[in-house]
């Protein structure tokens, strides 16, 4: 809906879009001031819109309104999105341009690409080697089926029980049809499709289904992963790949409100060339800064509430009669923190514990600020400690308290942020019609349009540049900050083309781009801020234990290099003893050279790193997974391997801008960059579009076969969350569209550690695990009824009835796979978090690969042997019939699987032995029930086999038996070859049995 008017004079709505994009925070709509004006005078008016085709972003919008022959351009603040909240305005006018499917709500509607996990991807594999035996068992029953009819033609028709050429009906009753060889071969071929369905495990996509929304509900449980400060709980978005959590080998983290709090605060500034700022004192409290706020009381009737302590000597300047170059630059500064930026100011008659709140006087009350960027509001905040407080803002003007005196600014124009200029600015008129530009940008797009040729602009040029650096080094955001006179002649420039590129229907971002570079250039440098955004906690100690995971930690920042470091030295990303390769290209062949040189100096230290396996390997012995059953050499060779083979001159950290990715990602220099990241230990890209980042994501997906995860908080992750196997977002202060992008979503960067280490080794384990028993428990169900087919003459009959058949994947054997794929755990959380390279047998695919899969194919045609011959054998000077036969197979091969699962399952819990056991009990029972209804074949036949020593004694042989070459290879395997898994896991139960068998207190002071 575009306003028309609102309850407020000024034509501002203030609207919440949660229900949209999940953000929280106000934002501001604004009425037109010519259809504000005409609708509450009364005045009756007619005009036209005209608008784009709908779409689904929800952050543009291009149309125009003419009224009365002038054309007036509508942008994205003009609207009011389906979807969203009115808050603080009491009502609003306006005129529908989208309705039904045609909203952005529902064009939006769709949910993230649909993502499917490795291991499934693997399992489909299996399933067409399945497919592949189903085919030749039926064709093998098929062709015996025609050679048996060839050999015995001339009996057929004295054998019973079978289809004859021709019978008297007065005999029969019936006729039976034969239809010769060829299509008696084919019936056999579907009929052993149909007997043998179930060798395709169609439930187990079910059973995968159920099994991780299981996973999924004690995960959002996990109180480990709940964050108190924003009371977030952690999400499962996406229930189909729990399981590649175990498996990630490169995790891209955002660093602004993903590594960091995005809770910004003003810390320091540089004004005219010199530095001023808060700092903390050697005891860690911060400077009081005595006689600042005796400055302030005496400007003004209001006191700060916020936590930023103004600096003195920058107060004294500001508190100085209007002259003199640094005098005027400082209040030009400030005025630009608090106009230059889109944050609302709420006047409120209540206190408000918010951050940025400002306490006014009597008349004023409190003002809220609200606004979508953390930075904004630090910087609005920090102009109001400083006696710069933005009181109001409409779309046509605002109005700056300065030290208690009311300022209103005409806003003519105003030029948002975005990633191609990486600038914002603002054209005001003074109350004495004097015209400016302010701007407020980043320095690597702030210097290239600077006033040039004066040598005072140089001198504070190079002062600034000096101080950004070193705000850098200490990890701070920074901003510079510019402005300029604008003359009558480029005012007027500017104006029409501004008026023509706001009402442009077609490529409007562009034009408003050309046109801010009208008036952004030969700028006079006011400054630079800096922000300090702290880590969050557990930071350090979660990329460490990732590390020690082998995943490779990459960050992607759009800060500048400097920061970005900085933050990696603080968090532990980057440590003393690596080596950075920085790649700073302006041009293809400039990042060409520099990833050539790079490249040709890896290879050289390359040369002499077998010499240093032997050594990582000697050193790290000692401490590895410290458990006193002590450490497999292949083990550690296996994760020396994925480490950078320039171990012998340090750790290699590769660091690189987003200027030197445009020329990478968008040349034939991808396979370069790729060869030289996957090298080193760390990467950290700076200055990043958002497109970029993806870009990176993408490099590793296409060109390996590792797992990669996205993490970040933002609307500029959002295309890195979507591109990643594996999408987790930060519930952080961007608002919510990282969120609703990802897969999984948490409060905290820390919890990744126990989402991936844990949860995720949990995850892999037990899917890898489920896939592979339900192939087994239908292929040993399926290979036992081929042979017995093969027995009788390829009759495709079944000895068992079709209850039992049904039953059997349903009722008699589902739930133990389901309870043990949700409950089972090799290892307890605390082991998995002690050990971190435990991790690793994830990437090993210990638990599921084509090996295991074989194997298992392998321990199924024996058992499916055993099921078969066994009873044959124990019955076969005997009298007994089919169907008496068939309970007994039904019964042994549940009790068999059953055990089989039973063998592996390592925690033991109530449920899993009541699924377990219970199971074997409701066979029985259905047993009993089915074989009490007389008009069923099998009547009675479960009475009578239960009186028979015969009978029990098959079903024990069957399990000893059948089970008894697993049951050797699992021994054998555990005392010659133990993994990790199997020694961290010895380790346990060695520990639980001195803490339970220990000597008792009074025993040892004894």
């Known amino acids: 809906m575009v306003l028309l008017s609102t309850s407020d004079p ?200 159920l099994v991780r929304l299981g996973q999924s509900y004690f995960m959002i449980g996990d109180r480990h992963m709940y964050d108190s400060n924003s009371k977030s709980r952690f999400q499962c978005r996406s229930l189909n790949i729990n399981e590649d959590l175990g498996q990630i080998r490169y995790v891209f983290s955002d660093k602004t409100g993903t590594l960091t709090e995005n809770k910004m ?31 302030l009381e005496g400007r003004r009737k209001w006191k700060l509430k916020s ?74 905040s920090a102009a109001s400690a400083y006696g710069y407080t933005l009181f109001e803002r409409t779309s046509g003007h605002i109005v700056v308290d300065v030290n208690g005196e009311k300022l209103r600014l005409d806003v003519l124009g105003l030029h948002e942020f975005d990633s191609v200029r990486k600038r914002m600015s603002v054209v005001i008129r003074f109350p004495n019609d004097t015209v400016k530009v302010l701007v407020k940008g980043a320095d690597t797009s702030m210097f290239s349009i600077l006033k040039k040729d004066h040598p005072d602009d140089d001198h504070t040029k190079h002062a600034t540049q000096s101080h950004l650096n070193e705000y850098s080094s200490e990890g701070l955001r920074t901003l510079v900050v510019a402005s300029r006179d604008l003359t009558g002649e480029e005012l007027v420039e500017w104006q029409c083309m501004y008026e023509d590129a706001s009402t442009s229907l077609t490529d409007r971002s562009i034009k408003l781009r050309q046109t801010a570079a009208l008036i952004e250039c030969d700028l006079t440098l006011l400054g630079a801020t800096a922000i300090e955004d702290k880590l969050q906690e557990g930071v350090p100690e979660a990329i460490e234990s990732l590390r020690q995971a082998g995943i490779k930690v990459w960050v992607l920042t759009g800060d500048k290099q400097e920061t970005a470091i900085s933050i990696g030295l603080s968090c532990k990303l980057l440590t003393a003893d690596m080596e950075q390769i920085i790649i700073n290209g302006n041009s293809e062949s400039e990042c060409r050279k520099l990833l050539c040189d790079a490249k040709a100096k890896f290879c050289v230290k390359s040369a002499n790193s077998s010499d240093q396996i032997a050594k990582w390997i000697k050193n790290t012995e000692s401490d590895y997974l410290e458990i006193p059953l002590g450490t497999k050499l292949s083990s550690l060779q296996q994760q020396h391997a994925g480490q950078e083979e320039g171990a012998s001159f340090g750790p290699l950290a590769l660091i690189i801008d987003g200027n030197s990715l445009v020329y990478i990602l968008e040349k034939d220099l991808e396979s370069e960059l790729f060869d030289l990241a996957t090298s080193c230990r760390v990467v950290l890209c700076c200055r990043v579009a958002p497109l970029q980042k993806a870009g990176i994501v993408d490099l590793i997906k296409c060109r390996s076969d590792d797992m990669t995860l996205a993490i970040g908080d933002g609307a500029n992750d959002v295309s890195m969350i979507q591109m990643a196997d594996v999408g987790v977002g930060i519930c952080g202060q961007e608002g919510r569209q990282a969120v609703m992008a990802s897969d999984f979503a948490m409060g905290q960067f820390r919890f990744l550690k126990r989402l991936l280490l844990v949860h995720g080794h949990w ?28 027995f009788t003459a390829f009759s495709t009959t079944s000895a068992l009835t079709d209850w039992s058949s049904v039953f059997y994947s349903v009722l008699y054997t589902s739930l133990p796979t389901i309870v043990v794929g949700i409950m089972d755990k090799d290892l307890s959380h605390k082991t998995l978090l002690k050990y971190p390279k435990l991790y690793a047998a994830g990437h090993r695919q210990e638990s599921y690969n084509m090996s295991l899969f074989w194997i298992t194919m392998l321990d199924m ?32 091969v549940v009790i068999l699987v059953n055990m089989h699962l039973a063998m592996d399952i390592q925690r033991w819990v109530f449920i899993t032995h009541m699924s377990l056991w219970g199971s074997i009990i409701v066979t029985y029972g259905c047993m009993v029930v089915l074989d009490s209804i007389p008009v069923f074949p099998n009547y009675g036949t479960i009475f009578h086999l239960a009186k028979s020593p015969a009978y029990w004694l098959s079903i024990l042989l069957i399990i000893v038996v059948g089970l008894l070459p697993r049951f050797v290879l699992k021994v054998l395997q555990q005392i010659f070859w133990p993994s990790d898994i199997q020694i961290a896991r010895e380790a346990e139960i060695l520990r639980k049995r001195r803490r339970f068998f220990g000597p008792k207190p009074d025993q040892i002071s004894s």
């Not at 170059?325 to 209040?331: F, G, K, N, S, Y």
């Not at 890898?768 to 087994?776: A, E, M, P, T």
């Open 10 to 209: 000024s034509g501002i709505a203030y609207i919440q879009t949660m229900n949209l994009d999940g953000e929280s925070n106000l934002k501001t709509r604004y009425a037109r001031q010519e259809t504000n004006k005409l609708v509450l005078d009364g005045t009756i008016f007619s005009g036209v819109i005209t608008c784009e085709q709908p779409n689904r972003n929800i952050y543009e919008f291009t149309a125009n309104l003419e009224i009365k022959g002038q054309r007036f351009p509508l942008s994205q603040s003009n609207i009011i999105l389906r979807g969203c909240q009115l808050k603080n305005t009491e009502s609003a006018i306006g005129i529908v341009v989208y309705a039904g499917q045609e909203t952005k709500a529902m064009l939006n509607s769709a949910m993230s690409p649909a993502k499917r996990s490795r291991l499934e991807t693997y399992m489909n594999r299996e399933t067409l080697w399945l497919s592949v035996f189903l085919l030749i068992m039926c064709l093998v029953v098929a062709i015996g089926m025609g050679l048996w009819l060839n050999r015995h033609k001339s009996q057929l028709d004295t054998l019973p029980y079978y289809r004859k050429i021709y019978f008297e009906k007065k005999k029969f009753g019936k006729k039976y049809k034969y239809y010769g060889i060829p299509m008696e071969t084919f019936f056999s071929f579907l009929s052993s499709i149909i007997v043998f369905q179930i060798m395709i495990p169609i439930s187990l996509y079910i059973t995968m289904e």
């Open 265 to 295: 605060e003003f810390r320091k500034a540089s004004v005219w060339g010199k530095h001023y700022g808060s700092t903390l004192s050697v005891d860690g409290s911060r400077d009081t800064n005595i006689g600042a706020e005796d400055v």
């Open 307 to 380: 936590e930023i302590t103004p600096d003195f000597e920058l107060l004294k300047l500001l508190h100085k009669d209007l002259s003199g170059e640094e005098r005027i630059a400082a209040h030009e500064f400030f005025l630009t923190l608090a106009a230059c930026n889109t944050v609302v100011p709420i006047p409120t008659q209540s206190p408000s514990s918010s951050d940025t709140d400002t306490t006014l006087g009597a008349s004023y009350g409190i003002i809220n600020y609200q606004g979508e960027s953390p930075d904004e509001q630090a910087l609005v």
């Open 763 to 790: 995850n892999y384990q037990r899917i890898g695990y489920l896939v592979l028993y339900n192939f087994y428990r239908n292929a040993v169900f399926v290979l036992m009824l081929f042979w017995y087919i093969l």
């Open 861 to 892: 045609l024996w058992q499916s042997l055993v099921l078969f011959y066994v009873p044959l054998f124990t019955y076969r000077n005997s009298s007994i019939d089919i169907w008496s036969m068939g309970s007994l197979w039904t019964i042994a």
